[in-house]
């Protein structure tokens, strides 16, 4: 069956290289660099990018990020809790929104 | 839960896993292993000095782990003859081995494993207990092993996949977390792994499913915390060890649909320096029939060490043929040289 997304397309995104090599070498590179250990540790970074592949829900990025965290040595409670940090900012973010909608009803009420 | 011998699985039988393994290679372009070794000069694989003699002691364990290589359990009867492990210390005394390192099955259900230990013990050598820990409550007669490992000096090498039971007997089996829990602990009050003696104690991690283990510093780290903080329990290092893709490990990632992606996953990680050091070039395994083989895993595979035949058995051990010869691989070896790479001692490089 033909979908939009294609688990085996991940293995491919090196690829992207070959229509336009100097940006992606710039990307990939500054990629490694990102997830180095840092101020933040591998672990750290990683369980982050988990929540943020949720955020984003892209497939590629979860189906990779859940095996990164779980090679990084994270049990299953930390990284639901990291996708709750993601739904909890995501949630959190339509509902502060309610405050320009009361903000806009009060404007245009009597 | 029986064997895979005992189902009948078609995992049980070798040249089975052998063909699954060459699959990868014909049908789905992944590279030999000798292939990889070839590119960094490293092609035939020679050993270096033969340092450890590890001796799998019995198929027999009390505990049947989804993961295990051996695929040990309460249903396999081959056990080593005493008359075998009088071999064993034969070879050891006239050769420069430095570690005797005893595995199964559960080896202390040989029963002959206490005479075998004092002996190898007076001959000098470091000698190693792979210890799944739930021996030591299964049953009172094994109540006073730790006592035993001290009075021998034993290393002790434990298998504790994660600090959570959860994920542990998932892997070992309902119940193993606790019963190991309990064992440490009795480990732990005869001196094993605390800070003021020289009784080693040392864990093993395993990755719970078809991924690659953590880095073993970043992991000794977390499981030294949890282990302290949850259950007051210490050890010395944390070994972290790369599951190989045979016997109920391989059907596992078969079974799963996960077989492939791994084996992509062994060759992408493939670390030349890792290959460098693999514990086959210092190490004999010795199978419970007194079989020679490069190591552990080449044993479950019935690859026996490429020397003339009457070579390959314990009663005719050579050290100089064993060092002339070449270490056999094949596509399970990627499992050892991936990443950090991956030996009995955890991480290579």
Redesign the interface.
Known sequence: MKTYYNPDDL?KFSKIGDFQKPLADKFFSYYGDVFKEGAL???EKSLIALAVSHAVQCPYCIDAYT?DT????C??EEMMEAVHVAAAIRSGATLVHGVQMMNKTKEVSM | MKSLHKQKNRFSDVSYQLEVLNEGVENQGLPHFSDKLKEANLFPLKPTQLDIFQINMGKMCNQVCAHCHVDAGPDRKEIMTKETLQLCLGAIENSSVKTVDLTGGAPEMNPHFRWFVREAYKLGCKVIVRCNLTIIVANKKYHDLPEFYRENKVEIVSSLPHYSSKKTDSQRGDGVFDKSIKALKMLNEVGYGMPDTDLTLNLVYNPSGAFLPPSQEGLEKQFKRKLEKDFDIHFNSLFAITNIPISRYLEYLVASENYMGYMEKLVNSYNPMAAAGVMCRNTISVGWDGVLYDCDFNQMLELKVAVQERRQHVKNFQVDSLTKRSIRVNEHCFGCTAGSGSSCGGEIT
Not at chain 1, 70 to 73: M, N, P
């Open positions: 293995k540790s591998e672990r095996v779980l090679e990084k040595g049990d299953e």
